[in-house]
C-alpha cells in the first residue's frame, strides 16, 4: 500500500474507516441491510446518508427527546428508519418524497423494520407539502433538491418550535461551495443557503465537514431561536 496513511488513496482510507465504525459501533443490522438491497434492487440512486451518518441522526433525536420530525428527501426510507427509532414508539415522523416509486420503497423498507406505524410518507412537490404541514416540529432533516433549500429552510422554521433543530445534508460537496460553477445548480444553492442562514434573524448554527464512504461532504446544524 502506499500513499496517506498508507492506503492506495485517501478515499480508501476513508472507506476503512466508516466499515471499522459500522462494524464496531453499529453491528450488523438485518433491517437496514435489507433497505439498501431493496433501494439498489429497484434502481434508486445510491445517495442515501452513510450509516453512521443515520446513526448520528437516530442519536440526536434521541438526546434532544425528538417526539416530531420532518425529512424533506425520503429516497428508499434508509435516514427515516433511523430517525423513526430516534423518535421512539410515541413520536411521529413526517418525510416528504417527490417520486412515488421511491415512495413504495420506503414504505415496504419502513414496514419490514417495524417503524411504519410512526412514519407518514407523502408524496408530491415537496415546496407543496410543507405549505400544508402545520407543527410545532422538533428536528428537521433536509436532504433534496439543494436548489431549494432555502425555501425548505424558511418552512422548516415556520414549523418549528423554538430550540428546535434543523439538519441539512451535503453542504460541503468537495468543497464546490467555496466557489461554485455557476452551471452546477446544486452548489450554487447551498452557497446561497450560507448567505441566507447568515442573515436569518431566527436561526444559529454551523456547518462540519464529512469524509467517509459518501466522499467528502458536510452537514449543517442549525437551532431554530425564540
Same mark, same amino acid.
Given at each position: 500500500?502506499?500513499?496517506?496513511? @498508507?492506503?492506495?488513496?485517501?478515499?480508501?482510507?476513508?472507506?476503512?474507516?466508516?466499515?471499522? !465504525?459500522?462494524?464496531?459501533?453499529?453491528?450488523?443490522?438485518?433491517?437496514?441491510?435489507? /433497505?439498501?438491497?431493496?433501494?439498489?434492487?429497484a434502481g434508486l440512486p445510491d445517495i442515501a446518508v452513510s450509516a453512521p451518518q443515520g446513526r448520528l441522526l437516530e442519536l440526536l433525536a434521541t438526546v434532544?427527546?425528538?417526539?416530531? #420530525?420532518? $425529512?424533506? %428527501?425520503?429516497? =428508499? =426510507?434508509?435516514?427515516?428508519?433511523?430517525? +423513526?427509532?430516534?423518535?421512539? @414508539?410515541?413520536?411521529? #415522523?413526517?418525510?416528504?418524497?417527490?417520486?412515488? &416509486?421511491?415512495?413504495? !420503497?420506503?414504505? &415496504?423498507?419502513?414496514?419490514?423494520? @417495524? #417503524?411504519?406505524?410512526?412514519?407518514?410518507?407523502?408524496? =408530491?412537490? +415537496?415546496?407543496?407539502?410543507?405549505?400544508?404541514?402545520?407543527?410545532? !416540529?422538533?428536528?428537521?432533516?433536509?436532504?433534496?433538491?439543494?436548489?431549494?433549500? /432555502?425555501?425548505?429552510?424558511?418552512?422548516?422554521?415556520?414549523?418549528?418550535?423554538?430550540?428546535?433543530?434543523?439538519?441539512?445534508?451535503?453542504?460541503?460537496? $468537495?468543497?464546490?461551495?467555496?466557489?461554485?460553477?455557476?452551471?452546477?445548480?446544486? +452548489?450554487?444553492?447551498?452557497?446561497?443557503?450560507?448567505?441566507?442562514?447568515?442573515?436569518?434573524?431566527?436561526?444559529? %448554527?454551523?456547518?462540519?465537514?464529512?469524509? @467517509?464512504?459518501?466522499?467528502?461532504?458536510?452537514?449543517?446544524?442549525?437551532? #431554530?431561536?425564540?
Amino acid at each position: 500500500m502506499s500513499g496517506v496513511g @498508507g492506503w492506495k488513496s485517501v478515499e480508501d482510507g476513508w472507506q476503512a474507516v466508516d466499515d471499522l !465504525i459500522c462494524a464496531t459501533l453499529l453491528g450488523d443490522d438485518p433491517a437496514l441491510a435489507a /433497505c439498501l438491497e431493496r433501494s439498489r434492487a429497484a434502481g434508486l440512486p445510491d445517495i442515501a446518508v452513510s450509516a453512521p451518518q443515520g446513526r448520528l441522526l437516530e442519536l440526536l433525536a434521541t438526546v434532544t427527546g425528538t417526539r416530531r #420530525v420532518l $425529512e424533506v %428527501g425520503t429516497l =428508499g =426510507g434508509f435516514s427515516t428508519i433511523f430517525l +423513526a427509532r430516534g423518535v421512539g @414508539g410515541g413520536g411521529r #415522523v413526517t418525510t416528504l418524497e417527490l417520486i412515488p &416509486e421511491y415512495a413504495a !420503497i420506503a414504505r &415496504e423498507s419502513l414496514a419490514a423494520a @417495524g #417503524v411504519d406505524d410512526r412514519v407518514e410518507v407523502i408524496v =408530491g412537490p +415537496a415546496l407543496d407539502s410543507l405549505a400544508r404541514l402545520a407543527g410545532p !416540529i422538533d428536528l428537521t432533516f433536509l436532504d433534496a433538491d439543494k436548489v431549494n433549500n /432555502c425555501a425548505y429552510v424558511d418552512h422548516a422554521v415556520r414549523l418549528s418550535r423554538p430550540g428546535a433543530l434543523i439538519l441539512v445534508d451535503n453542504v460541503v460537496r $468537495e468543497g464546490n461551495v467555496v466557489a461554485p460553477d455557476p452551471s452546477d445548480e446544486s +452548489a450554487v444553492g447551498t452557497r446561497r443557503l450560507y448567505d441566507h442562514v447568515r442573515d436569518h434573524p431566527r436561526l444559529a %448554527g454551523t456547518a462540519i465537514q464529512t469524509v @467517509g464512504a459518501k466522499g467528502w461532504d458536510g452537514l449543517m446544524i442549525l437551532r #431554530v431561536l425564540d
